[in-house]
Every structure is written in structure tokens, then in C-alpha cells.
């Protein structure tokens, strides 16, 4: 089964409005999670990395105020979109590392923006 | 983190079965090989992962020659629904540590 849930899987919204996306790591705990984007028939880009109780680390070239990270538990971390426009329009995916075992994603969320 | 190059696509039939080299010239000593599948529209689900030598489960063979700059996935007599991009990721075990995707290969299984 899945060791990490994602909510939601598509969401739509209007241009200027905002949305969360969700990500649980289950039955272990992440300190650490990471969100990733992709683009069609693209890779995945990574975003930014999400930090248990602290600040995220956010790659060059991605809007920290745009990208607001939560990472309030040591199970849940949140991206917010904020003030989406059509060209944050894509697939999002977190993941998880699970120690010792490497890195689980979760299922996606298709974000489309109108 | 260690770059990794993979052929675009591949293309096979049902049955076949599916070799996929990927290179990973200035991988480090404390890095794993990690191979995902991804379906469209779908989060990448864990293949195998191994640090040397040979590494088998119910879906896939992981050949890794001793030099570690190279490794092989190997699919067994695959099937229409394996046509997915699979990728190649190295990188540690340790929690703090994300992974850097390559293009990965899109392999293509016809009947």
C-alpha cells in the first residue's frame, strides 16, 4: 500500500486564487519532505525541500512567496499555490524518505488553473 | 548529487524481456541506485534499489558492475502495462537528502 498519501489528486481554480495540496507520510515518520513538479512529458523538477519545523529550502528560481511550504508535523507537510495564474498550471508531487529505504512519492496532484 | 544519462526510449514487444542501462559516471561512495516507474498523471512507484553487485525481486533484476558508474534494470518478459518512463536516481539514504531526476526512459511495449 501506499506509505504516502497526497490530497488532492486534481484540482481546479480560478486565476488569483490559492490551494493547498497535502502530503502524509504514513505509519513513519518525515522529518524531511521534498515537493516536486512536472510538467508534460517532462521529468520531475524539484521545488523545494520542506523541513520539520523550520523554514523550507527552496531551489533557485522558485518564488518562495508564491510556493508557501508547511511543514507543521512530523507526518504532514502543505504546499500552498498562492495567487495561482495558468502557468503554475501542472503536476506536483511530494515525497517522503523513509530511512534507510530510500525516497516514496505520493500519488500527484494535477493543478489546472484557469 | 551524480548525474545520471539513460536512453530516451525504448521500444519492445510483449514477452521480451527489457534491459535499461543507465550511467552514473561520479557516483559516491554512501549513494544508492534507485530505479522508479512512472504512469502519466501518477507519482513514481519504487522499482528496486541497490548499492552493488546484483539486486532481485518479484518485478526486477538490478545488475551493478563494480565500478558502480553504470547499472542495469532488468524487466522479465514484460507487458503492455509496463510501458511507462522509468528513471534512474542516485543518491544516500539519508533523510535529508532529496533526488535529482533525470529524463528517464520511456519504454514503449507493443503486442
Known amino acids: 500500500g501506499a506509505v504516502v498519501s497526497q490530497h488532492p489528486s486534481r484540482v481546479i481554480c480560478k486565476s488569483g486564487t490559492s490551494v493547498k495540496i497535502e502530503c502524509r507520510s504514513l505509519?513513519?515518520?518525515?522529518?524531511?519532505m521534498f515537493w516536486y513538479r512536472q510538467f508534460p512529458k517532462q521529468s520531475l523538477m524539484l521545488m523545494a525541500t520542506s523541513n520539520e519545523g523550520s523554514k523550507a529550502t527552496y531551489e533557485q528560481g522558485v518564488e518562495k512567496d508564491k510556493f508557501l511550504i508547511n511543514h507543521a508535523s512530523l507526518t504532514l507537510s502543505t504546499l500552498t499555490v498562492t495567487s495561482a495564474h495558468p502557468e503554475d498550471s501542472s503536476f506536483y508531487i511530494c515525497s517522503a524518505p523513509r530511512q534507510g529505504l530510500g525516497l516514496f512519492f505520493g500519488s500527484g496532484t494535477q493543478l489546472s488553473v484557469l | 548529487l551524480a548525474k545520471t544519462t539513460q536512453p530516451i526510449s525504448m521500444d519492445s514487444y510483449e514477452g521480451q524481456e527489457v534491459n535499461i542501462t543507465c550511467s552514473h559516471n561520479n557516483i559516491a561512495t554512501n549513494d544508492y541506485i534507485t530505479w522508479y516507474q512512472q504512469f502519466p498523471s501518477q507519482g513514481p512507484r519504487f522499482i528496486i534499489q541497490?548499492?552493488?553487485t546484483k539486486v532481485t525481486n518479484e518485478v526486477a533484476s538490478l545488475f551493478i558492475p563494480a565500478d558502480r558508474k553504470s547499472s542495469t534494470l532488468s524487466l522479465p518478459r514484460v507487458s503492455l502495462s509496463d510501458t511507462a518512463v522509468y528513471y534512474c536516481l542516485v543518491g544516500d539514504n539519508q533523510a535529508g537528502t532529496a533526488l535529482i531526476f533525470g529524463k528517464g526512459t520511456t519504454l514503449s511495449v507493443s503486442s
Open positions: 541497490g548499492y552493488k
Open positions: 505509519d513513519f515518520q518525515a522529518t524531511t
